[in-house]
Nanobody, 114 residues
Framework: QVHVVESGGGLAQPGGSLRLSCTAS????????MGWYRQAPGKQRELVAY???????NYADSVKGRFTISRDNAKKTLYLQMNILKPEDTALYYCYAQWTFTWWGQGTQVTVSA
């Protein structure tokens, strides 16, 4: 069993920044693909970004150039640096870790508003 816990959400102004963190338990998370999804009210959950066990990254078009995903396997932590935030980035952000199964966190709220 892998436990995934997000943190770092909150309120930001348009143009501002936030950094989300996600900690995953497990003996060796370097084998996991990890990433972030988000879900805004009334919308479907969408993939934001992921990073493979080899460090390959992929981003949704809507966040390219603004968000950066990274990982620190020694700290068992995934990060999402979010810059130039827009109101449409407002959503509940979920972290996941995937290997033989996919484990999800409970989500952290990001609100972008003036």
């Amino acid at each position: 069993q892998v436990h995934v816990v997000e943190s770092g959400g909150g309120l930001a102004q348009p143009g501002g920044s936030l950094r989300l963190s996600c900690t995953a338990s497990g003996s060796d998370i370097s084998r996991y693909t990890m990433g972030w999804y988000r879900q805004a009210p009334g919308k479907q959950r969408e993939l934001v970004a992921y990073i493979s066990d080899r460090g390959t990254t992929n981003y949704a078009d809507s966040v390219k150039g603004r968000f950066t995903i990274s990982r620190d396997n020694a700290k068992k932590t995934l990060y999402l640096q979010m810059n130039i935030l827009k109101p449409e980035d407002t959503a509940l952000y979920y972290c996941y870790a995937q290997w033989t199964f996919t484990w999800w966190g409970q989500g952290t709220q990001v609100t972008v508003s003036a």
